[in-house]
């Protein structure tokens, strides 16, 4: 039990160490997330004008912005706090934000992919 405890006081600075980067890590995979998005959403305004369909684009960008404001949480938590977890109402908003961004992303993929498939026709025997 004792060298148990000595590994553990000995190794509990890279252990935080390796927390933060792993937060650092998820900041930059949520802000690569939210530029992702953000691109669908001017590619499907770039469709708008060209198809002159209803694309909703304003939708689609408007979806991820509870991933930015998860990066930015998490951002506030780990740098400025230097804590690996963060708290317990800013872990439930910032989780529940990022859950509904993901949800509403979803949506307006699926309502842009209505607009661009081809419709198939149906050819009735006469």
């Known amino acids: 039990m004792n060298l148990f405890l000595n590994l553990i006081i000995f190794y509990s600075d890279r252990i935080i160490r390796s927390g933060l980067i792993s937060s650092y890590t998820m ?3 949520a802000i690569f ?3 992702t998005f953000v691109i669908f959403g001017i590619i499907a305004r770039r469709f708008e004008f060209v198809l002159k369909k209803k694309t909703q684009w304003q ?7 509870g991933i ?6 998490k951002f506030y938590s780990s740098v400025i ?8 109402i800013i872990e439930i908003i910032a989780y529940s934000l990022f ?5 509403f992303s979803f949506i307006g993929a699926l ?6 498939s081809p ?6 025997e006469s």
């Open 59 to 65: 939708f689609i960008l408007a979806a991820p912005s």
């Open 27 to 29: 900041i930059a995979a």
């Open 119 to 124: 419709r198939k026709e149906v050819e009735h």
């Open 111 to 116: 309502r842009f992919r209505k607009v661009i």
């Open 81 to 88: 706090y230097g804590k690996v977890k963060m708290a317990g």
């Open 68 to 73: 930015i404001v998860y990066a930015i949480l």
């Open 33 to 35: 997330l939210w530029i």
């Open 99 to 103: 859950f509904l961004s993901g949800v």
